[in-house]
C-alpha cells in the first residue's frame, strides 16, 4: 500500500481539554483520568484529502489512513479487517414495517468481531511507540483480537478474562498465543489487575478508552458507513453498548467528515442499546446525568455487555444527546429471540450483543423514536460462532 500522511498532531483529554505529545506513551489523561482522545490537522488535511483519494485504494480500514495515528507505513499491520460489508436486511425489516433497514455486518472481521478494529490501531501504534508488552482485559471478543494482531506486530500479550467466558474464546486466545488468566468476577475486576501490571512497568494497559488509539480504529465504522452510504449519512445508528469506544469514535468520524467538507452538518440518531442486567448508560441517560454510576451485580447473556462501568461513560452519553438519539435495554430473552429471527431472515448468524440492536426496534417503533421510512443501521459487531453454546 502507498504511503499516506497521518495528519495526527495531538492528543486532547475528553473531559478537561488539556493537550499532549502523541509522541508520548498514555494511557488515561495524566491531569484527570479520563480518556485521551487523538486530533489531527484538519485544515492541512482538507486541502489534500478528499474522497476522490479512496477510489484506488484497497478496501481496508487503513484506506483512510490520513485521518489515522500510525506515522510509519511498516507498523501498519493487518489481517484484512474493514470495509465490512452494509447489508439490506430488507425481510426483518418488512416484519417490522421498516423500508429502509440495513445492517454492518462486522462478524466478518478478523477473529469474528469489529474488536479487530480497534485492536489493530491500538497494537500498532503501541509497536511503533516502542511498547514491548500489552495486557487487556476482556468478555472475549477483545482478547481474541488484541492476541491475533500482537501475533502480527511480535509482541506478547497477555488477557485477562472472567471465569465464566465462553470456552471458543480460550481456543482462541491460546491459538493465537497469549497468555490467560481467568478471573473470578466481572470484566472490571480483570481490568484492575491488567491496570497493576501495567503500573508496575510489566505492560502497556490496553483497556477500552483507556488508551487513545482504540476508538480511532473503531471510527472508521463511521467512515465507512458514509461511504457506503454515497455520503449521505442515515437517519439511525443502533448501536449495542458495553464500553463504548464504537459509538464514540463514529461520532468523532462525522465531526472529522464534516471538518474536511465530505459531509454536511446532519448526523443520525444514535441509539445505544444495553442488556436488561447491565444497563449502566441507559439509567444514566434515563437520570440526565452525564456520568454512570457503577451497574451492581451485572448479568447478561451478552458477555460483551456485561460491563458495568465505562471509563467513556460520559463520551458515549454526548453523543447520544448531542444526536437526539435514545438509549434503552432489552431482556435476554429478547435478545435470544432477535438472534433466531436475524439468522432466519436475512441469513447472517449474530452475537447476542449484536441481536440487541433487532431485540431494540420494537421498543423503538412504539415509542415513536423511529419511523417507518428512515433510514436504519444496525451494527452487527460479531459474529454468533463463539456463542454457540446459548443455542445447542
Known sequence: MRMMQ????HLECGWCGKTYDFREILNLCPACGKPLLPRYDLD????NFTPERLKNRPKSLWRYGEMLPVQ????????GEGFTPMLPVSRLGKAL???????????????????????V?????????GVKALAIPSAGNAGSAAAAYGARAGLPVYVYLPQDVPPAFLAEIKALGAEITLVDGLITDCAKLVRQGADEGRWFDLSTLKEPYRVEGKKTMGYEIAEQMGWQLPDVIVYPTGGGTGIVGIWKAFAEMEALGWIGSKRPRMISVQSAGCAPIVRAYEQGVELAEMWQNAATIADGLRVPAAVGDF????AVRESGGTALAVSDDEIRAAQIEIGRSEGIFVAPEAAATAAALPHLLAAGKIQADERIVLLITGNGLKYMHLLA
Do not use: C, H, W
Request: charged share 20%; aromatic share 10%.
Open 315 to 318: 463520551l458515549i452519553l454526548r
Open 44 to 47: 492541512a488535511a482538507k486541502a
Open 97 to 119: 414495517g421498516l423500508s429502509q433497514l440495513y445492517a454492518k455486518d462486522e462478524g466478518i472481521n478478523p477473529t469474528g468481531s469489529f474488536k479487530a478494529r480497534g485492536l
Open 72 to 79: 510509519g507505513e511498516s507498523f501498519r499491520y493487518t489481517l
Open 121 to 129: 490501531m491500538a497494537v500498532s501504534r503501541a509497536a511503533e511507540l
Open 6 to 9: 497521518s495528519y495526527l498532531s
